[in-house]
């Protein structure tokens, strides 16, 4: 029996490679727009998508055989999971393929903060010399407040944990993974946190979750950075708290409008304490091979070939 796959969002080539060589497997890779999504699903088994792709109600509900969606990555808020329940699609994720790729740059993001690293560049290119304004904070002995402890919550704390930070966490699972780091209420985070970092879905309980009353809670000066997910945080109450000093900075590589060109997020960018990335979390050779890798056995093992 062959089994039609489409990958609609590119994979690595080893991982496309390896779905390829399933002799049971007819495998193809393009990125399809969402009208042409809704009629070429009708044709494929299985479904692999990454971030770029919003697998919809009416996608799914347009397939007469999938039997697999599979995300090659952390979330699965692209994917309308709730349809694919009704219409018995199995949907699949590789949540601890990409951990260490984004709890990297997290850890990059806090330091570009702390220290001004983006806007020394960009000053020293322009031909500036600001060495007077960048005085920036060491992460040494601060106290870095984690919301979200999964696979990557733990892979933030064991990397600041060599900064000889002070680990508090806050999740709904208390598994601290075997790390010295101490579980707390959301607000005792909040109060208490010299940095805070989000790694959770974006969900309707997380969905503005740092808004401007929980940035009243926070110490002045708190560093806020989101790798997680564009949304857990209210961008305007940020913008307020930015411009009035309750937050030092802050470091993004997500939005809630992505790409982030609308004026509110034109208005946050435009702010020296404000570093960004666009969306580049999972993106590492390394990160990008094991999360292709991971997903294309788990779709081949669902469809039994």
Same mark, same amino acid.
């Given at each position: ?42 044709? /494929? ?18 397939? !007469? ?41 997290? %850890? ?8 001004? %690293? ?11 010399? !600001? ?6 904070? !060491? ?9 979200? /402890? ?62 401007? !009353?929980? /940035? ?7 560093? %806020? ?81």
């Amino acid at each position: 029996m062959s089994y039609r796959v489409h990958v609609n969002d590119k994979l690595s080539s080893e991982a496309f490679e390896l779905l390829k060589s399933n002799p049971s497997i007819e495998a193809t890779m393009e990125h399809y727009d969402a009208e042409v999504l809704k009629e070429k699903i009708k044709e /494929f088994d299985a479904l692999i998508v990454r971030s770029a792709t919003k697998v919809t109600r009416d996608i799914i509900e347009s397939a !007469e055989k999938l039997k697999v969606i599979g995300r090659a990555g952390i979330g699965l808020d692209n994917i309308d999971v709730a349809a694919a329940k009704e219409k018995g699609i199995a949907v699949l994720n590789t949540p601890g393929a990409s951990a260490i790729s984004v709890a990297e740059l997290t %850890i990059g993001l806090m330091l570009a903060a702390a220290r001004h %690293i983006a806007r020394g560049t960009c000053g020293l290119k322009q031909g500036k010399w !600001e060495k007077k304004l960048l005085e920036g904070h !060491e992460l040494y002995g601060k106290t870095l407040g984690i919301i979200g /402890f999964g696979n990557i919550g733990k892979e933030v704390a064991r990397r600041a944990l060599a900064f000889d930070m002070k680990i508090l966490a806050y999740d709904v699972v208390k598994d601290d993974g075997g790390l010295p780091v101490k579980f707390v209420e959301l607000d005792e985070l909040l109060r208490e946190s010299d940095y805070i970092t989000l790694h959770v879905p974006l969900i309707d309980a997380t969905r503005h979750m740092l808004n401007a !009353e929980a /940035f009243s809670k926070m110490k002045d000066g708190v560093v %806020i950075v989101n790798a997680a997910r564009g949304g857990v945080i209210d961008e305007a109450a940020l913008y307020d708290a930015l411009v009035s000093g309750k937050v030092y900075a802050a470091a993004l590589d997500v939005f809630e409008v992505e790409p982030p060109q609308d004026e509110l997020r034109k208005k946050l960018l435009s702010l020296d304490n404000v570093v960004a990335t666009p969306h580049i979390g999972a993106s590492t050779a390394e990160g990008q091979l094991r999360v292709g890798m991971e997903i294309v056995k788990k779709v081949m093992e669902a469809l039994g070939v």
